[in-house]
T-cell receptor, first 114, second 109 residues
């Protein structure tokens, strides 16, 4: 068990460019979550998957954000036409989806939009 | 609306005890979590409470009172490595985690 891994760890991009992040969850976990976190704040929920199905998406998430989990294993989060306000840490977490549902986090991808 | 309140920052001395409080108002309650987050790193799970009372795990303990919408995290025998942010999160009626902004704990020698 190598834990949740995210790639890349850091991404610097220019405003208007598209970026894609990858998350590999813990292998037997069927739930996968994406969060955004800015300095001094707690994680902000973006979306989550149960296996390959995207079950919920935050109303705060604009149409520029899309996430996939095509085979129920790894997931990608794409941001189109990035804006400076998208600069944040993007965290991925996974869980077994059982009663206690402890979420285990990856180290995150830090996005800087110039 | 849903709200989780915790102090922004606390300072404590190495070897001492510190209590970090969390109050919550959420649509439903299915458990409360505490996570530790070192700067630039991922949150790591510390504790989970769903019933009233105290859960002890080594130097860390977590308490819950559902009727008061209140929890605290107690850290004993503080070590310098305990300097981190401590995040309180509540699982609401939709089984969605609602997060507080975190308490930055500074440990001084």
């Amino acid at each position: 068990d190598t834990g949740v891994s995210q790639d890349p760890r850091h991404k610097i991009t220019k405003r208007g460019q598209n970026v894609t992040f990858r998350c590999d969850p813990i292998s037997e976990h069927n739930r996968l979550y994406w969060y955004r976190q800015t300095l001094g704040q707690g994680p902000e929920f973006l979306t989550y998957f149960q296996n390959e199905a995207q079950l919920e998406k935050s109303r705060l998430l604009s149409d520029r954000f899309s996430a996939e989990r095509p085979k129920g294993s790894f997931s990608t989060l794409e941001i189109q036409r990035t804006e400076q306000g998208d600069s944040a840490m993007y965290l991925c977490a996974s869980s077994l989806g059982q009663d206690v549902n402890i979420q285990y986090f990856g180290a995150g991808t830090r996005l800087s939009v110039l | 609306g849903q709200n989780i309140d915790q102090p922004t920052e606390m300072t404590a001395t190495e070897g001492a005890i510190v209590q970090i409080n969390c109050t919550y108002q959420t649509s439903g309650f299915n458990g409360l979590f505490w996570y530790q987050q070192h700067a630039g790193e991922a949150p790591t799970f510390l504790s989970y409470n769903v019933l009233d009372g105290l859960e002890e795990k080594g130097r860390f303990s977590s308490f819950l009172s559902r009727s008061k919408g209140y929890s605290y995290l107690l850290l004993k025998e503080l070590q310098m490595k305990d300097s981190a942010s401590y995040l309180c999160a509540v699982l609401d009626s939709n089984y969605q985690l609602i997060w507080g902004a975190g308490t930055k704990l500074i440990i001084k020698p």
